[in-house]
């Protein structure tokens, strides 16, 4: 699907709700899914992602249905699949899943889409298979086969800052022998640790290190909050175009995710945190956020894990900055669903953006006037369709974007909502 974008002939007003966090999303359904009893699950995301995990848990035997909100009831067993499981476009659904497939009494099957299958996965496989996992791989890739095995515990230090990563070895740790322990580079988010927490695991964290035991999980409520990066495309469009002032609801501000606010506000950015309250163990609370002035900034080392699927919308943000921005450390958005250095270089370059590519990031030049008038690709990838919408909004002439249904994958009433303030 096309989608032609043209700059507004007003500013932007009002104020939206955020739909709910992906990634929680996923944990609440998955984590649900091991919990003896009938769970809960408030605002849920309709996004194509977190809808894979829960198809997988449903194909595990899992019992999943709406009475307004979404009730998991398990037995707290998984059944063995009599299928392989489709995981869709979505790494944290089979991430998350290895982890706990790994540990089971059966045998089990993860594939994925085009994309997926090109996503890494020896760096789940190799702590996994320390852990005594027996997973055959094409090559590293997607699908794969995993022979369930009893799991012991490791000690394990990741190279990467990556919270899927984290997740699915937590996930075998709390179905292993012993204590898990993982250490990361820098803090990713750290859903997980706070759900298995409140489901009543024994987990703990100091630093950038987490350690899990064996345990089992409560079924309980869950309320997902809004999706900080979904927030993301609004809070750039209300600080580029003139005159803006917006307000967004209900926005999760788990500090592992605000890296785009402490960015703002390095660059001058007017934005305010207001009315926060938690909910179900994470923060919650409303953005304002208003046009600005902005200038340019370096965005490199451990505040990368806390914005990571935000850089390509701070990206067209830093085209509208005055100076030179600079990210660096980021070489892992070449692994997401798609290689996001090389298509937001490659598209923000057709709209008329002084942008380079590095091998671990972009180089910035600001304030330029995005000229537009140009078609440019989504490369099956959400994030990179809803930012070039984004850029549109700030372009001479419209920009067409091909392929912008993707946005449904983590945020199918973008559209809408953007229509609510335009
Ligand atoms: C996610 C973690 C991040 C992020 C992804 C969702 C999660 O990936 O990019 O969109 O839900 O754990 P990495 O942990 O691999 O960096």
Avoid at 72 to 87: A, E, Q, R, T
Avoid at 333 to 349: F, H, M, P, W
Avoid at 386 to 401: E, K, Q, R, T
Wanted: glycine fraction near 8%; charge should be neutral.
């Amino acid at each position: 699907m096309k989608k032609k974008v043209s700059k507004p002939e007003k500013p932007l007003k009002g104020s939206i709700v955020v739909p709910s966090d992906k990634s929680i999303s996923h944990r609440a359904v998955i984590f649900a899914s091991l919990a003896k009893g009938r769970s809960i699950i408030k605002n849920f995301s309709n996004g194509k992602d977190p809808v894979s995990s829960l198809d997988v848990c449903r194909a595990l035997g899992v019992d999943a249905f709406w009475e307004n909100d979404l009730i998991i009831k398990s037995s707290g067993n998984l059944k063995n699949p009599s299928v392989p499981l489709d995981c869709g476009n979505s790494g944290t659904t089979m991430r998350l899943m290895a982890g706990i497939l790994s540990g089971q009494k059966f045998d089990s099957e993860l594939f994925g889409d085009e994309s997926l299958s090109k996503r890494p996965m020896k760096r789940i496989i190799e702590p996994l298979s320390l852990m005594g996992a027996d997973i055959l791989s094409l090559n590293g890739h997607a699908p794969l086969k995993i022979c369930g095995k009893n799991l012991h515990s490791i000690d394990y230090h990741s190279k990467l800052a990556s919270a899927q990563v984290k997740s699915c070895i937590l996930l075998a740790g709390l179905n292993a022998d012993g204590v898990t322990s993982f250490t990361e580079p820098y803090l990713s988010r750290n859903h997980t640790e706070i759900l298995l927490k409140y489901m009543g695991a024994d987990i703990q964290s100091f630093n950038n290190t987490v350690k899990i035991k064996k345990s089992e999980l409560n079924p309980c409520v869950i309320t997902v909050p809004g999706d900080i990066s979904s927030a993301a495309y609004f809070i750039v469009a209300g600080l580029i175009v003139p005159d803006s002032d917006i307000i967004l609801k209900n926005v999760g501000l788990n500090p592992t995710r605000t890296g785009i606010i402490d960015v703002v506000k390095l660059m001058g950015g007017d934005i305010q945190i207001l009315d926060c309250h938690e909910a179900s163990g994470e923060i919650v609370g409303d953005i304002r956020v208003k046009y600005s002035d902005l200038k340019a900034c370096t965005i490199e080392k451990d505040i990368i894990p806390r914005l990571i699927d935000e850089l390509p919308v701070i990206a067209v943000l830093a085209t509208q900055a005055d100076g030179q921005t600079v990210i660096k450390d980021a070489s892992d958005l070449r692994n997401k669903e798609s290689d996001r250095i090389k298509a937001v270089v490659t598209e923000l370059s057709k709209i008329g953006a002084d942008i380079k590519e590095t091998g671990d990031g972009f180089v910035i030049n600001g304030k330029n006037t995005l000229k537009g008038g140009c078609c440019v690709e989504s490369y099956h990838d959400h994030r990179l369709a809803m930012s070039l919408f984004v850029s549109g909004l700030v372009s001479s002439a419209p920009v067409v974007i091909d392929g912008f249904e993707w946005v449904n994958i983590s945020f199918p009433e973008f559209e809408k909502l953007f229509d609510d303030i335009l």
